[in-house]
């Protein structure tokens, strides 16, 4: 079998998506703190600025869902509200401005809300992992079959270069 396309063993599965979680939940707490602390004023000097509650809700958002994926506890679902908060972001802020995906120095892009949705939207897909306070409470669960490893290897593999044998 070739390495490239080996299956990772599950510790090794579960080190990635324990990293994914640290990262990008300390992203989100960092984002989300500020906010926080002028909860329901913090997007005031945006032309057609949200109401104040729904200001208050975002920074709610940002902080306890990078708390959570973090830990890892109902992850699936604040990286779920995470997806959406960015496309809100990108939807009120970044298209409007029509922001590019990479800017000069300086000057504001979508790269990073682009970067926060797709990470969120795989933490709401994969899961948290092993190693998480999800798996703690609720067990770990099987892999479904679309995801599981066959337990031998087929009679022959056919590339697109050639048919080989195991």
Known sequence: MNWLSAPVPGWASATGILVVRVVIGLAFIL????KLQNATGWMNGMENAPPGFLQAISAIIE????????LGLFARIAAVLLALQMIAALALVHIPHGDPFVAMPGHSSAELACAYLAVSLL???????AWSLDAMIFGVHEESELHAVPSRPPAAVVTPWAVTSP
Do not use: E
């Not at 984002?31 to 500020?34: D, I």
């Not at 933490?123 to 992992?129: E, F, Q, R, S």
């Open 123 to 129: 933490t709401a897909i994969v899961g948290p992992g």
């Open 63 to 70: 902080f306890a869902g990078g708390t959570l994926v973090l």
């Open 31 to 34: 984002h989300g703190l500020p």
